[in-house]
C-alpha cells in the first residue's frame, strides 16, 4: 500500500509569507506526528495527533506554528509570518497507535524562507 | 537540553569490515531505542530497535547493544555493503509519552568499495 506522503516536496518563500505543509499518512493509522530538521541538526519534535486532537503539542517552536488534523487522516501544518530559522525540513510519521515503536516516515517538505 | 547524543558526525568503513555508531543519552526514563536510516531526500526509515529489558537485539546484519549503566547504545554493521552508506539516527522514547522519537543529531556512514 501507499507510505506517508508529503506536499510540496519543496517550497521557497519570502520572509513574512504563511505556507501550509501538507501530509497523508498511511490509512489506518491513528497517530501522527510532526518532526523537522533544521541543517545539520537531528529530528525535532513538534506535535503529536491521534485522531484528530493533538495532545501534545510541546514541540511547536512558537505561535506561528500550527497544525491540524481532519477526518483523522490528512494533517496540515502552518507556519505564519515565516522567519529564515524556519527553513528546514520538515517530516511527518504516522503510526498504528501512539507507542512510538514504529513510525513510518514520509520524504519531508523542505522549506527554504528566503 | 540534548537528551541523545551522537557524538561522531560522520564514519568511513571499508566494505567487508565492522560499522559501529554510537549513541549515548541522559535520560534514564527512555525504555525504548531505535535506530533510523536516512538517504538523501527520503524520510528516515526503522531499521532496529531494543526495549530496555533487553540488552542486546540482532536482525540479520544488523545488532544492537544497550549498556544501561552507562546510558549508551551502539548499532553494528557487519559486513558493511555500499548501500549501507546514508545517515544513521538513534533515537528514544518513553512509555506513556505519546510515543514521540527524541533523536540524535545523526552519524553518516560511508561504506567505501
Known amino acids: 500500500g501507499a507510505g506517508v506522503s508529503q506536499s510540496p516536496s519543496n517550497k521557497v518563500t519570502e520572509k513574512g509569507k504563511d505556507v501550509e505543509l501538507r501530509c497523508d499518512p498511511i490509512?489506518?493509522?491513528?497517530?501522527l506526528y510532526w518532526y523537522r530538521q533544521s541543517l545539520g541538526q537531528g529530528l525535532e519534535f513538534l506535535i503529536y495527533?491521534?485522531?484528530?486532537?493533538?495532545?501534545?503539542k510541546s514541540g511547536l517552536p512558537s505561535d506561528r506554528f500550527s497544525a491540524e488534523r481532519t477526518g483523522g487522516s490528512v494533517s496540515t501544518l502552518t507556519i505564519q509570518r515565516t522567519q529564515q530559522e524556519d527553513s528546514a525540513v520538515y517530516l511527518c510519521?504516522?503510526?498504528?497507535?501512539?507507542?512510538?515503536?514504529?513510525?513510518?516516515f514520509g520524504p519531508g517538505t523542505r522549506l527554504t524562507v528566503l | 537540553d540534548q537528551q541523545v547524543k551522537q557524538n561522531s558526525p560522520s564514519l568511513s568503513v571499508q566494505e567487508g569490515r565492522i560499522s559501529i555508531l554510537n549513541c549515548d543519552y541522559t535520560?534514564?526514563?527512555?525504555?525504548?531505542f531505535l535506530w533510523y536510516k536516512k538517504y538523501p531526500a527520503e524520510g528516515p526509515t526503522f531499521l532496529i530497535s531494543?526495549?530496555?529489558?533487553?540488552d542486546k537485539n540482532e536482525d540479520g546484519r544488523f545488532t544492537v547493544f544497550l549498556n544501561k549503566s552507562a546510558k549508551h547504545l551502539s548499532l553494528h554493521i557487519v559486513p558493511s555493503q555500499p548501500g549501507d552508506s546514508a545517515v544513521y539516527f538513534c533515537?528514544?522514547?518513553?512509555?506513556?509519552?505519546?510515543?514521540?522519537?527524541?533523536f540524535g543529531q545523526g552519524t553518516t556512514l560511508q561504506v567505501k568499495p
Open positions: 510519521a504516522s503510526s498504528l497507535d501512539g507507542t512510538g515503536r514504529r513510525e513510518y
Open positions: 490509512s489506518g493509522h491513528t497517530a
Open positions: 495527533f491521534q485522531g484528530n486532537s493533538a495532545p501534545d
Open positions: 535520560n534514564s526514563m527512555f525504555d525504548y
Open positions: 531494543i526495549s530496555s529489558i533487553k
Open positions: 533515537a528514544a522514547i518513553y512509555s506513556g509519552n505519546t510515543g514521540k522519537l527524541i
